[in-house]
């Protein structure tokens, strides 16, 4: 009995340490994912990109045609593709991370404008010639019950909405809006102003970063920018867990 | 007091596995990349094309991701888009994915550091009309979450896009035309009178009043007066139809303001721009001038001389009052 008892202890005692140092050591084995030199960055090593699949038709197969096609040619093809800018001789992917997965606020304190929370976007243009970030929320911070936090309008002598920005520096405002600062971002942004989030489907999501050649774009560098979303209510805010979805659109120029 | 230690490290286990579960959540970060991140073609009616995206997931969570295809249109005159999601036109059924497993629309797992390749499929009809169509292919997340439930929050979703530009033609050469919107010196007063010691910057726009998309080809010459010539390429970018885009310049083979690199510019100038559509050639053309002079610096030196003069006449007024 003490034997099966030894036993049973030394397999309860080996699962809880294969547990532990399971959870203990970094959870994912990173796959090389960057290659540099002083002269270059590729961020993507696996490309796989020119074969003879990328582009064909039912009598011919084309790699990625990145110039003029041969005069005649188009005749017998039936089309001319051209993928990627003609003017950037890169392959590198369009990119756009932000740094976390949800705003999470917490609980929140009445009549205070620290209810804050902080995302940063990072933009990596590649090849592409420019590129604009747009955000939108699917609805009003909502309740499970039903309530809202309004999106906020702003304090009363510089009022906002979703598309004109405005100061937020009373703790009577409240609602649900948030800044950005950084590169690439709107000026009306500037000294801290604030917006509301424009609510689908009846509001078009907003830029919020965005450049292009015209602008002083140069395909390839990275830009961030940090946004910071504010919640203020008061005491007559009905209790509850409040949620939405942000929406962040990343789109290359044409 | 074995089933109290018992019960402690199965409480210690399950306290260690929600916190490592939620402060994993809070840092997880989303991000995706798209390649080719433009897609232009022009094919004729009946034809088809095939063209593979690549769809990659550097963040460092699993993602379930959907897609979808909407039409879009330019917003603005600097190559940004609107997408119109709510349309539907016609010609969004002519677009599909070629893979075996995967759907347009369709939910797929992207897990992270990893990539998933797409085969877009083009096919025009028949009677496909010779005009433009201009598209997004849009891949997102699933923004639905339960890792921070109980929590006031928003969930963040990425909505990463690619155009594609399509031109229906039979002949592969559509009918081009276009328009000099605007041609001018945007730093100077007037347009006209540049300060020196500024660099002449010429904004350039475009209109396509034809049925499908061009790039103009051409540049912008800059003559000055001793008879030099200095030449701004400009960037081969896209007009869609039935718009306007300011076009950009390229200097070393990098995209650039069209702006001249001259640190010191004196006497009258004039500026050609010049170019034809999707090939080199001169067909449109628009000529303008401007007079550079050190306009700041001579007006503080007038200033300073009309000061010193006055104090000068002042202070003889005095000396004479004084005698």
């Known amino acids: 009995m003490s034997a099966i008892k030894n036993k049973f202890n030394f397999y309860l005692t080996a699962i809880i340490s294969i547990t532990v140092i399971f959870f203990l050591l970094p959870s994912n084995v990173k796959a090389q994912s960057r290659l540099e030199s002083p002269n270059y960055t590729i961020t993507w090593p696996n490309l796989n990109m020119g074969a003879t699949s990328s582009a064909s038709s039912s009598s011919y197969n084309l790699g990625v045609t990145t110039g003029q096609i041969a005069p005649g040619l188009y005749s017998s093809t039936g089309y001319k593709i051209r993928a990627g800018f003609q003017y950037i001789h890169s392959i590198i992917p369009f990119y756009f991370k932000l740094s976390t997965i949800a705003l999470n606020f917490g609980t929140l304190t009445l009549d205070s404008l620290t209810n804050e929370q902080e995302i940063t976007l990072t933009v990596n243009s590649g090849a592409a010639g420019g590129y604009q970030i747009k955000v939108q929320e699917n609805d009003r911070l909502t309740s499970t019950t039903g309530s809202y936090i309004e999106d906020t309008t702003c304090d009363v002598t510089d009022s906002c909405d979703e598309s004109d920005s405005g100061t937020w520096n009373q703790t009577s405002t409240y609602g649900f809006g948030y800044t950005i600062a950084g590169d690439d971002v709107p000026t009306d942004f500037s000294g801290g102003k604030f917006k509301n989030f424009p609510d689908e489907p009846s509001e078009n999501p907003v830029k919020i970063m965005g450049l292009t050649p015209a602008g002083g774009h140069v395909a390839g560098i990275g830009k961030t920018a940090v946004m910071t979303a504010r919640i203020n209510i008061n005491n007559l805010q009905p209790a509850g867990t409040y949620q939405n979805i942000l929406k962040f659109f990343a789109i290359p120029t044409y | ?323």
């Open chain 2, 1 to 323: 007091m074995k089933l109290i230690n018992k019960i402690l490290i199965t409480f210690a286990l399950i306290v260690f596995f929600i916190l490592s579960f939620v402060f994993k959540a809070q840092a997880q970060s989303l991000s995706l990349g798209i390649y080719p991140p433009l897609l232009e073609v022009t094919m004729q009616p009946g034809k088809s094309i095939t063209q593979v995206y690549k769809l990659y997931n550097n963040g460092d969570s699993d993602l379930v991701m959907t897609s979808f295809l909407a039409p879009f249109v330019p917003d603005g005159d600097q190559g940004y888009i609107e997408i119109r999601q709510d349309e539907k036109p016609q010609s969004l059924d002519w677009i599909s994915f070629q893979n075996a497993d995967l759907q347009l629309g369709q939910s797929f797992a992207l897990q992270q550091n990893s990539s998933q390749e797409v085969v877009l499929k083009i096919k025009t009809p028949e009677n496909a009309q010779e005009e433009d169509h201009y598209f997004t292919l849009v891949f997102a997340n699933d923004p639905n979450y339960s890792g921070l439930i109980g929590s006031n929050q928003s969930q963040n979703q990425i909505q990463i896009g690619a155009n594609i530009i399509l031109s229906i033609s039979e002949s592969g050469e559509p009918q081009h035309q276009a328009q000099i919107s605007e041609f001018k010196l945007t730093n100077g007063f007037a347009n006209i009178f540049l300060d020196s010691f500024t660099k002449p910057e010429f904004i350039l726009k475009v209109k396509n009043t034809g049925p499908s998309f061009f790039k103009p080809l051409g540049n912008i010459k800059i003559k000055n007066p001793l008879g030099g010539t200095y030449i701004l390429d400009l960037l081969p970018e896209n007009v869609l139809t039935n718009s306007t885009r300011q076009i950009s310049c390229q200097i070393n083979e990098e995209a650039a303001k069209c702006s001249l690199p001259s640190k010191f510019l004196l006497g009258y100038y004039q500026a050609q721009v010049s170019f034809d559509l999707d090939k080199p050639g001169e067909e449109y053309q628009k000529e303008i001038f401007f007079l550079a002079f050190p306009w700041k610096i001579t007006t503080v030196i007038i200033v300073i001389i009309g000061i010193g003069l006055f104090t000068i006449k002042k202070a003889k007024k005095t000396i004479d009052k004084g005698f």
